[in-house]
């Protein structure tokens, strides 16, 4: 779908929020750029004007004549998930093509850190800004339609927001993995994801793998839904805890490659064969999946497609150029070794 550029909008002035906080615009102006030369109370007040009409200062793009500082913010969940590096690597690879220079921060899931490194950015004159995922804080939503700074939304289909969106679905995904399971001959299936606050993507797995079990005329019980940090030692904790809630499924979808690769060090840890007596799905085909061994049956992810694409329509807004961005981008099973037939548990019962 085609996004003409809005028009541009008049920017709001700084003697406007002076007008509301009922404070000169030279105590604006130190509230808001040297905060520790004002009062809380002060530097309260002033914040809340600020933000109620929308007031973004300008910092370095302010000096320039063009108002542009060749520079886009990339704002990533966490560092945690190597997934994103990828991504960020052809954001960054496009950027630099046509001069430009890449801001990055990590917001840790937190909606408010994600605001404050927006604000900040685009205080700091970025001309363009990437995001992850289609749920924000409205406020994000407000400061970015404030200032007229244009931005695109990730790992996401174009129609999982009205906003502009690049990525894939993932409902889709976890269809594709549960089907190549049942295609195998599991019946019993467990998964173990990421945190769902500010997660748009793993809910959506979670739904979609909900609904494909249910076409499939199988049950998903909660015991069968662990949740877990992305981190190797959170991941082996998730297994075991699994394990505590009665016998393992037959197959476990991961959440991405980092957590089936915990999956794999628990199962090994403790004499569990893979694939023999439990199959491991994981998601975005790391290089370390391939060189695995048994090697690690996940989806591709079109990673680098997401970076480059992103970048290619900031570049285009900026320069006023209509841009278009396609509805959804493609996945791939990879089939390797971590997937096989499941054990007949009335012989070989699971640990």
């Known amino acids: 779908m085609t996004r003409a550029p809005p028009s541009a909008r008049p920017k709001v002035r700084i003697e406007e929020v002076a007008r509301a906080a009922k404070v000169s615009a030279a105590t604006v102006s130190r509230a808001l750029n040297n ?3 004002v009062s809380f109370a002060l530097r309260t007040k002033v914040d809340t004007a600020a933000q109620a009409l929308g007031y973004v200062a300008h910092g370095a793009a302010r000096a320039l004549a063009s108002r542009r500082s060749r520079a886009l913010g990339a704002l990533v969940p966490t560092f945690a998930n190597t997934i994103f590096s990828d991504a960020i690597s052809a954001f960054q690879r496009r950027l630099e093509a046509a001069n430009y220079t890449m801001l990055l921060a ?3 899931y937190d909606p408010e850190v994600e605001y404050r490194s927006a604000r900040t950015m685009i205080e700091r004159g970025v001309d363009g800004l990437m995001l992850v995922g289609v749920t924000h804080d409205p406020r994000l939503f407000a400061l970015l339609d404030a200032s007229g700074v244009p931005f695109v939304q990730t790992w996401a289909p174009a ?3 009205p906003h502009p969106t690049i990525g894939y679905d993932n409902a ?3 269809r594709m993995v549960v089907d190549h399971l049942v295609s195998l001959g599991h019946r ?3 998964m173990v994801a990421g945190v769902t606050e500010h997660n748009d993507r793993v809910r ?3 739904a979609g793998m909900r609904a494909t079990l249910q076409l499939h005329s199988l049950p998903f019980e909660e015991r069968r839904m662990v949740f877990t940090e992305y981190r190797l030692g959170a991941v082996r904790d998730a297994f075991r805890e699994m394990q505590g809630r009665g016998p393992l499924p037959t197959a476990l979808v991961a959440n991405n490659d980092i957590v089936a690769i915990g999956l794999l060090l628990e199962a090994q840890a403790q004499g569990i064969a893979v694939p023999r007596d439990l199959s491991v ?3 975005g085909d790391l290089e370390i999946a391939a060189h695995l061994q048994p090697g690690l049956t996940t989806v591709r992810t079109p990673k680098h497609s997401i970076g480059t694409l992103a970048a290619e329509y900031l570049l285009a807004r900026i320069d006023d150029r209509a841009v278009s ?5 493609a996945l791939e099973l990879i089939i390797r070794g971590t997937t096989a037939p499941p054990p007949d548990r009335r012989k070989d019962p699971s640990p």
Do not use: H, M, Q
């Open 281 to 283: 799905v994981g998601v």
């Open 35 to 37: 905060p520790g030369l």
């Open 159 to 161: 129609k999982a927001s």
């Open 106 to 108: 990590a917001f840790d």
């Open 325 to 329: 961005l396609p509805a959804e981008l």
């Open 172 to 174: 889709a995904l976890t």
């Open 188 to 190: 019993d299936i467990g």
């Open 204 to 206: 959506a797995r979670i």
